[in-house]
């Protein structure tokens, strides 16, 4: 489910930096070329980080593709000092992933440096989130909005809405599948009645997720919440649920 968040959050932010102007027009672009050494236009790269408590992953996207060997991402915490032990070179950029064992609550500092430039941002891994409303195995009515309620997480910025269903005939058989999934700041999201549109469903079956991050909400006009020569967005999942 992680990598599942991970691109519906990266797809987002993509656009979100096409607003704010980070030139990232041709990261995708067939023949990027890797360089070494020199330093480039801070402006043709772009740095997104997410990290929970036992994986992290991170994506420098730019044109050209910086030295992989001069390039790297660090986390701290007070005097500890762990370097993201993995990368390797992807359509775009550069990838880095780890498992570092991190504890929910603590202030951490993520920082990255290549020939690009750097930046560095804090981030606090939020508490869990329950979901209250509907309970395991709830039946609700068609034709009604289904309103999903959780508790507030502890340092969650926003939360990440997941809902997936299957619409079945009135003798059982397999219609369509539907999903759909939201950003909010709130802590409940009603599915519209709408959504609900399978050609001569009967009834539906379903699973709803819900992750607390931390982070700047993937929006258009979002702001960076790292700092340097490279713009940079971090985001910090706490433990979810599901029902």
């Given at each position: 489910?992680?990598?599942?968040?991970v691109?519906?959050m990266?797809s987002?932010?993509m656009?979100?930096?096409?607003?704010v102007t980070?030139?990232v027009?041709?990261i995708?672009s067939t023949?990027c070329?890797?360089?070494?050494?020199?330093?480039?236009?801070?402006?043709d790269?772009?740095?997104?980080?997410?990290?929970s408590?036992d994986?992290?992953?991170a994506?420098?996207?730019s044109?050209?593709?910086?030295d992989i060997?001069?390039?790297?991402?660090k986390?701290?915490?007070?005097?500890?000092?762990?370097?993201?032990?993995?990368?390797?070179?992807?359509?775009?950029?550069?990838y880095?992933?780890?498992?570092l064992?991190?504890?929910?609550?603590?202030?951490?500092t993520?920082i990255?440096n290549?020939?690009?430039?750097?930046?560095e941002g804090t981030?606090?891994i939020?508490?869990?989130a329950?979901?209250t409303?509907?309970?395991?195995?709830?039946?609700?009515?068609?034709?009604?909005?289904v309103?999903?309620?959780?508790?507030?997480s502890?340092?969650?910025?926003?939360?990440?809405?997941?809902?997936?269903f299957?619409?079945?005939?009135?003798?059982g058989?397999?219609l369509?599948?539907?999903?759909?999934?939201?950003?909010t700041?709130?802590t409940?999201?009603?599915?519209?009645?709408t959504?609900?549109?399978v050609?001569?469903?009967a009834?539906?079956?379903?699973?709803i997720s819900?992750?607390?991050?931390h982070?700047s909400?993937p929006e258009?006009?979002?702001?960076?919440?790292m700092?340097?020569?490279?713009?940079g967005?971090?985001?910090?999942?706490?433990?979810g649920?599901y029902?």
């Open positions: 489910m992680m990598v599942k968040r691109w519906s990266l987002t932010l656009f979100v930096v096409l607003v980070v030139s027009s041709t995708c023949g070329s890797t360089e070494t050494g020199s330093t480039h236009d801070a402006n790269a772009f740095f997104v980080a997410f990290v408590e994986h992290q992953e994506y420098l996207l044109d050209p593709i910086p060997a001069f390039s790297e991402v986390v701290e915490h007070d005097t500890t000092v762990y370097t993201i032990s993995r990368k390797e070179l992807g359509l775009g950029g550069i880095f992933s780890d498992t064992s991190l504890s929910i609550g603590l202030q951490y993520m990255t290549s020939p690009l430039g750097g930046c981030f606090v939020p508490d869990t329950n979901i409303q509907p309970a395991d195995d709830d039946t609700v009515s068609l034709g009604s909005d309103l999903v309620s959780w508790n507030k502890d340092n969650a910025s926003f939360y990440f809405l997941h809902y997936s299957v619409g079945f005939d009135s003798t058989m397999w369509d599948y539907i999903s759909g999934d939201t950003f700041v709130d409940s999201f009603a599915i519209p009645a959504f609900f549109n050609d001569g469903a009834y539906y079956e379903g699973l819900l992750y607390p991050y982070g909400v258009a006009g979002a702001t960076c919440n700092q340097g020569s490279i713009k967005f971090l985001y910090a999942e706490g433990e649920d029902v």
